[in-house]
């Protein structure tokens, strides 16, 4: 009896003891008031007193959330005063919105009820939407942003190398860079606005025809004689310095670049990276874009736990050798699926495409961007309604970005074809000997109709694929880069060939089977045997083809001597045209 009452009282205090270390915890040792307690101490004395540590959350009835973010980044919570520099209790960004009006997880993600640090940014097991990773945070644009005509990398490019090569930082900012001369005289500081954010926000359109009244007015004035201001040291003025005419071609581009800077650093970078490289032939985004692969329009917002993740291996799937959870967890899974698909995904169709580390983490940062919000349209940007509600393109509907966009990663940044292992070659489009016999009639149905049963989607009848000017403007990208060749004119009617068939059927097993199957069912030559094909292919292209054959590819001159295989005659070749147009009727 007495040992049971030493056990009841040791025991009842030790729970005693237990509980008032959890009371004390709770009101005196969570990471949340350490933090503000902290901050505190930093404040200046008169606004210290004012201080009190306490939760402090932003709250947003529209969008059904409540964001606690704040109770440790004080320096974003409204009426609290900011300590610039600092990683925690500094300043919000300037991003054109007001984070006390729309909280924080609609942009970052996390748990926005949590105050544990792991917990609130959804690095813990079972959270399905972690915190995006910092150095990708501009991501979280696109769960309400649907950015609009974004060009191709190339364009973007060379719009960025001719802002800075006609010296518009010298009065401009972009993304911190720039504005160090004054044009009204003086040293420092900055004349012309911010344009970090021209896309979004909006700028004058007529910029130029303005610079250039500038630059006449200041050159009027030395003409006239009039006395002009010189910079400290007898500089020139910068007028006459950092602007000049600019040729039309450049001015374009120039305005290209500023339409595509909408104040998310990097994002567009990436968007264009992705509208460069041919990925939308297999992914839709919004409904737009091929249905080879999934659909990649919420691929930002994937639970980190339904992933497999014990096949990703690189990037930061794991940290400190262990597996990484949450944001860090999707981010790895994303860059690892990128460099080797079949490695994370098995059975993956998805090719290893040679990406670059750089390459592979804008890619990675795009797909982080892919997300949708729920919350009511009343809310929604306007490049957002444009986009889902009156059908504007995502991305430029010029010939180089939509080819970037639909073709390039099937057929060649430069139409050269492409070869994977263990999938059928795709074509080299922009061959000169192809592209001297197909007529842009040809091409247009190859683009509108596609090829049936091969990886060609039908581009022109697909829900999500290519308008009647857009296949125009591919077929002119697909000259352009193959060299400005124009299909030659044909004065034969499309079906003109009639050698003997038996003959082209011995001869085609000779001589194409082993490359186009023995029924024209494809290898590792196209498919010959397909409806769509045969409809569009007039014999004057089967002929050429066979003649001629596609230099730089398998497809040889069956006209020119060989050691390897024997010369084929005019009318031989007949034959075999006359043979393939067999499988015409007996579809």
Known sequence: MRTTKHLLLWSSLGALLLLGWAAYAENFRQEWRLLQA?????????????????????????????????????????????????????????????????????????????????????????????????????????????????????????????????????????EGRGGTLRPAGGAGGMEGPDLTAAGGRGYDRGWYAGHLAQ?????????????????????????????????????????????????APGLVEAKALFHSIGCRGCHSIAGVGGDDGPDLTREGQRD?????????????????????????????????????????????????????????????FYMLSLRRSDYPEALWPKDRIRAERFGEREFATDGPTLYGTYCAACHGRQGEGMRFPGITAFPAIANPDFLAIASDDFLRQTIRRGRPGRRMPAWGEKEGGLRAGEIDAVIAQVRLIGGGVAARPDPRPARWAHGDAATGARLYADACASCHGANGEGGEGPALHNRVLLEAAGDTYLFETIRRGRRGTSMAA?????????????????????HIRTWEVKR
Request: with cysteine; glycine share 12%; charged share 20%.
């Open 38 to 174: 902290g901050y505190r101490d930093r404040l200046p004395a008169d606004r210290r007193a004012e201080f009190s540590v306490q939760l402090r959350q932003i709250v947003v009835p529209a969008l059904n959330s409540a964001d606690r973010c704040v109770t440790c980044h004080l320096g974003m919570s409204p009426g609290d005063t900011a300590l610039p520099g600092d990683k925690v209790f500094g300043p919000h960004p300037n991003v054109n919105h007001d984070p006390a009006q729309f909280g924080c997880t609609v942009c970052h993600g996390g748990q926005g009820r949590a105050t544990v640090k792991a917990d609130a940014h959804g690095d813990v097991h079972h959270w399905p939407e972690p915190m995006i990773p910092r150095r990708h945070a501009y991501a979280g644009c696109g769960a309400c942003h649907t950015h609009l005509s974004v060009p191709d990398t190339a364009s973007l490019d060379r719009g960025r190398a001719l802002f800075e090569r006609h010296d518009c930082l010298a009065c401009h900012r972009m």
């Open 215 to 263: 630059l006449d007015k200041e050159r009027a004035g030395v003409m006239g004689g009039r006395a002009e201001p010189a910079a400290a040291g007898g500089v020139a003025r910068p007028w006459r310095a950092s602007f000049a005419p600019i040729p039309a071609g450049d001015l374009q581009a120039i305005d290209v670049y500023l339409d595509s800077r909408v104040g």
């Open 304 to 364: 980190p736990g339904q992933l497999g993740l014990t096949r990703a291996t690189g990037g930061a799937a794991a940290t400190d050798g262990a597996a990484a959870i949450g944001g860090a967890a999707l981010t790895g899974w994303l860059a690892d699926h990128f460099r080797a698909p079949a490695r994370v995904v098995a059975g993956s169709a998805m090719p290893e495409i040679g990406l670059t580390e750089s390459q592979i983490d804008m890619l990675t």
């Open 558 to 578: 069956f006209s020119d001597a060989s050691p390897v295989r024997r010369t084929l005659e005019d009318e031989e070749i007949e034959s075999i045209v006359t």
